[in-house]
């Protein structure tokens, strides 16, 4: 085999690259790994989470998870809140209690025992998240240990971070910084997709 690759040069290079160059790849991805800190401040994220204007909204006011309830979510749609643990690498879901919903104009009653119909718009309410309380947040895009947020991108912001793309991280939620990508475990088998919201970090108060 020695001798076959002594005698045929272009062979022996045509095979040896790619090996070359994944190794080159698997060390230059690897030392952000061993040179870059691992995050510090805790993630705050939504999944399943619309918008709507008149559905379940989530902002950060006064430094502060706000859950807001305009009253009609279509189809009894819900967002989930989770929160990134970065000491652990763990992912706990913050549980939060919708009102009831009013009976919709016009549906049919089954019997006289259900509720009457309204047409009245209902009020905003602010729900509460007692996982949440004395929790300060901050919103910036970048945490203030410099790793960010995003989903579908997992691979490292080098010349060979495109080459070797894998395509089952195109739904996966990442932290990134300087070349470092952490991904985040994915919840009851869910992947993250385009209704993923970004909430904030939690920093000491």
């Known amino acids: 085999m020695k001798s076959f690759l002594r005698e045929n040069p272009t062979i022996a290079f045509g095979l040896g690259l790619p090996l070359l160059l994944v190794t080159l790849f698997l060390l230059i991805s690897g030392i952000p790994a061993l040179l870059v800190a691992p995050p510090q401040y805790d993630l705050l994220f939504a999944t399943e989470y619309y918008n709507y204007q008149n559905g379940v909204q989530i902002s950060v006011i006064n430094r502060s998870v706000q859950v807001i309830d305009q009253g009609n979510m279509p189809n009894n749609q819900k967002p989930r809140i989770w929160r990134y643990n970065a000491q652990t690498g763990a992912v706990q879901e913050i549980a939060f209690i919708l009102p009831p919903r009013p009976v ?8 006289e025992n259900q509720p009457a119909a309204t047409d009245e718009r209902p009020e905003a309410s602010i729900i509460n998240l007692p996982d949440l309380d004395g ?18 991108n997992s691979t490292s912001r080098n010349v060979f971070g495109g080459l070797f793309y894998s395509s089952r991280y195109r739904n996966a939620a990442v932290l990134s910084k300087n070349g470092r990508t952490i991904r985040l475990p994915d ?7 385009g209704n993923t919201h970004f909430i904030g970090w939690v920093i000491p108060s």
Not at 187 to 193: D, I, K, L, Q, S
């Open 104 to 111: 919709v104009s016009g549906q049919n009653r089954a019997n």
């Open 135 to 152: 929790v300060t947040v901050d919103s910036s895009s970048i945490a203030p240990d410099g790793y960010e947020f995003s989903i579908g």
């Open 187 to 193: 919840m009851a088998g869910r992947y993250y997709r």
